[in-house]
């Protein structure tokens, strides 16, 4: 079964840093891009970054809203991507969710949350 | 950046109903556009990709259609396990943005 599985979210203080691991199975990770996709309480869906797979340069892009703070990584060895979040402020709590592809996602992990709070 | 404009942001509808949700992009997208279904609580699913392709295993009442920048999903016969927020995607540029989701119920 392909599937992803995310892990280390929890409660924060501001302006402090979380390491986020999506753990992939069922599938050969390499070859693929994993995407970090977000959602705060009540809201709605916003992508926030991605890391192509090393054929494709195994580049990252991120949304503005994080530039400069989050960090994309990936463990093809031991079939895992990282979201390194660094100066976290309130406006980050949300649901993160991890998701396989290019363009679309497709599977996405169930989500692990952040809460940012002093 | 690209803006999705979903309409309805909520949709109430009877059993058998036939559904229809639609998303306008703010520019040409070509048919780089998906649709997600997130039931509460859950993460989300992919349903069709590219537009109008139904991603194997999503039942056939779902479908998808695209004109110009206007894109819809279509249920046409609404099971009580439709209930969820669907949101269109799009990915012809960077950064990928999401419609802001309409939420089915039913009657």
């Known amino acids: 079964e392909v599937q992803l599985v995310e892990s280390g979210g929890g409660l924060v203080q501001p302006g402090r840093s979380l390491r986020l691991s999506c753990t992939a199975s069922?599938?050969?990770?390499?070859?693929?891009?994993v995407n970090w996709v977000r959602q705060a309480p009540g809201k709605g869906l916003e992508w926030i970054g991605f890391?192509?797979?090393?054929?494709?340069?195994?580049?990252?892009r991120y949304a503005a809203s994080v530039e400069g703070r989050f960090i994309i990584s990936r463990d093809d060895s031991n079939n895992v991507a990282y979201l390194q979040m660094n100066s976290l402020q309130t406006d980050d709590a949300a649901m993160y969710y991890c998701?396989?592809?290019?363009?679309?996602?497709?599977?996405w992990g169930q989500g692990t949350l952040v809460t940012v709070s002093s | 950046d690209i803006q999705m404009t979903q309409s309805p942001s909520s949709l109430s509808a009877s059993e058998g109903d036939r559904v229809t949700i639609t998303c306008q992009a703010s520019?040409?997208?070509?048919?780089?556009l998906n649709w997600y279904q997130q039931k509460p609580m859950k993460a989300p699913k992919l349903l069709i990709y590219?537009?109008?392709n139904l991603k194997t295993g999503v039942p056939s009442r779902f479908s998808g259609n695209r004109s110009g920048t206007n894109f819809t999903l279509t249920i046409s016969s609404l099971q009580p396990e439709d209930v969820a927020t669907y949101y269109c995607?799009?990915?012809?540029?960077?950064?990928?943005?999401f419609g802001q989701g309409t939420k089915l119920e039913i009657q």
């Open positions: 069922g599938f050969t990770f390499g070859d693929y891009a």
């Open positions: 890391i192509r797979s090393r054929p494709y340069g195994g580049t990252t």
């Open positions: 520019r040409d997208i070509s048919i780089y």
């Open positions: 995607q799009q990915y012809d540029n960077l950064p990928y943005t």
């Open positions: 998701a396989r592809g290019y363009g679309w996602f497709d599977p």
């Open positions: 590219d537009a109008s």
